[in-house]
């Protein structure tokens, strides 16, 4: 059956504290079993209407993935997209900028990255980066050289909102779509998350000694999420808050509402001209011509 995965998305304008938005509900699935199996349809259709994506070739399809470490981005982005054809989709992970990107604005380096029209483009964190990290670290602004900053870092924030609004607004008006969802974990289970990776030593270069000190600002990455969900979630590109602390039922929310996404646009696979139909006719009788091998 789908999933309704309207209660997970937030209203352009509302208010959001994360604070009161569950990161557990109880599981879609009865069984294991029974959640491959829902995966497993959900990809198809996916992989079905990635083909008329292609061939439609009017739009272009972003995801932008953003979370506390942890939360299953990389998990939910393995199993989501296992079924789509990999010359149509591509993943891009933003992490610690170049010299190169901080001489440019920062939304140079993940526009560079953006799908083409009838692709599908992952980004694995994204610009939001610059109003969550940087906001949390602000002494990473030094290493911009943005010139004199105002006073009360709030209105840089303010100003950041307002260019990725007008940026995805842009990118909607030109045929890109965009869904962003961010994984809500509780600090209980990224606990439980980090010591299962030191518990397995074929997890352990998943782990990293800034994991443990990024997880003290814990309270102010949770405000700068709040803040920045609330300020950016808008008809054109809304965002998701999904349950993270049960990895099997974020993936099928997140997969029921990229196959919703997808059905919205209407996709279809080209009718040829006539010209085209003249042509294919003439080829067939070429081919037939030929006669068959002996």
Same mark, same amino acid.
């Given at each position: ?5 309207? &209660?997970?998305?937030?209203?352009? $304008? ?5 604070? !009161?938005?569950?990161?557990?509900? &109880? &599981? ?9 199996? !829902? ?21 272009? +399809? ?25 010359? $149509? ?54 290493? !911009? ?8 870092? $709030? ?19 030109? $045929? ?13 289970? !990224? ?80 009718? &040829? ?13 070429? +081919? ?7």
């Amino acid at each position: 059956m789908p999933i309704d995965v309207s &209660p997970f998305r937030v209203a352009p $304008g509302s208010k959001v504290d994360l604070d !009161q938005l569950a990161t557990a509900i &109880p &599981p879609l699935y009865d069984s294991k079993h029974e959640y491959h199996k !829902q995966l497993r349809k959900r990809v198809r259709k996916m992989r079905s209407l990635q083909a008329k994506l292609y061939a439609d070739d009017r739009y272009a +399809l972003l995801l932008v993935f953003q979370a506390m470490d942890a939360a299953g981005k990389d998990g939910a982005i393995k199993h989501v997209m296992s079924g789509i054809n990999p010359q $149509g989709c591509q993943v891009s992970s933003f992490k610690q900028p170049s010299k190169e990107e901080l001489d440019h604005d920062f939304l140079w380096r993940t526009t560079r990255r953006l799908p083409e029209r009838g692709r599908i483009g992952i980004f694995n964190r994204s610009y939001y980066e610059e109003v969550l990290v940087v906001r949390v670290h602000p002494e990473y602004l030094g290493a !911009q050289r943005l010139g004199p900053l105002p006073e009360d870092l $709030g209105v840089l924030w303010q100003q950041r909102y307002r260019s990725i609004v007008e940026h995805e607004r842009h990118l909607h008006h030109n $045929g890109t779509r965009i869904l962003k969802f961010y994984l809500h974990l509780s600090p209980q289970e !990224q606990r439980q998350r980090f010591l299962a990776r030191l518990d397995d030593p074929d997890k352990h270069w998943k782990f990293s000694p800034s994991d443990l000190s990024e997880r003290q600002h814990w309270p102010a990455y949770r405000r700068a999420y709040a803040e920045a969900i609330a300020a950016t979630s808008t008809a054109e590109a809304p965002w998701m808050v999904v349950p993270a602390d049960d990895k099997k039922t974020a993936r099928l929310i997140i997969s029921q509402a990229v196959v919703e996404a997808m059905r919205g646009l209407d996709l279809a696979f080209p009718e &040829p001209s006539v010209s085209e139909r003249e042509a294919m006719v003439a080829a067939r009788a070429a +081919l037939e011509a030929e006669g068959s091998p002996t």
